[in-house]
């Protein structure tokens, strides 16, 4: 839960943008899926199946909008999961400046297996389609880090690069590539 020493740095935001205290996700939040209430879409304009931009500094994520809790319905802040807040550099409590973006949709993504995964350079072909599914209608956006469950097991890997923009949605149409060390450097 967030602290309420935090909400003193909540401040006014602008149409499309505001500045949102973190709290813990719930056992069924998803990666990369962030509920909003009611009283955060309308400070922000995004509603469910939006992408928006969470931003701590210079750091970044991307997540998309699902619909706010029932228990959260009067609270001014973002649930986020572990693994995105890790990638920002927060801890609970802190603020964190979000965004509706519009996103185009990613036409190639490449990956690189990241903490600990070593000797995958390749996937073959199949996999093409469970990434897909596993991130379908996700925002991703270069260097950042996605996770996907594979044969059960949490896997990281960093986003090296998406095309044609450094951030996109993936789509039915999204081809994924697995880069071995010398295309990553």
Not at 49 to 77: F, H, S
Not at 130 to 138: G, I, M, S, V, W
Not at 145 to 152: A, E, H
Request: aromatic share 6%; proline share 3%; glycine share 8%.
């Amino acid at each position: 839960m967030v602290k309420k020493a935090y909400y003193k740095y909540i401040k006014k935001s602008s149409k499309n943008n505001a500045i949102i205290a973190v709290a813990e996700t719930l056992h069924e939040d998803k990666t990369l899926m962030v509920p909003l209430t009611k009283k955060i879409h309308k400070k922000t304009g995004a509603l469910p199946g939006d992408i928006i931009e969470i931003r701590y500094n210079e750091k970044r994520v991307m997540a998309t909008v699902i619909e706010g809790y029932e228990e959260d319905i009067d609270k001014d802040y973002i649930r986020l999961d572990k693994s995105s807040r890790e990638q920002l550099g927060i801890t609970l409590g802190e603020c964190v400046n979000i965004s509706k973006l519009k996103v185009s949709n990613a036409t190639q993504i490449l990956l690189e297996p990241s903490k600990g995964i070593s000797g995958i350079t390749t996937m073959p072909i199949d996999w093409q389609g469970y990434f897909r599914d596993t991130l379908k209608n996700k925002g991703v956006v270069e260097g950042s880090t996605v996770n996907v469950k594979v044969l059960g097991i949490g896997m990281e890997f960093n986003v090296v690069r998406i095309l044609p923009e450094e951030l996109g949605r993936v789509t039915d149409e999204t081809n994924f590539e697995f880069a071995s060390e010398k295309q990553a450097s």
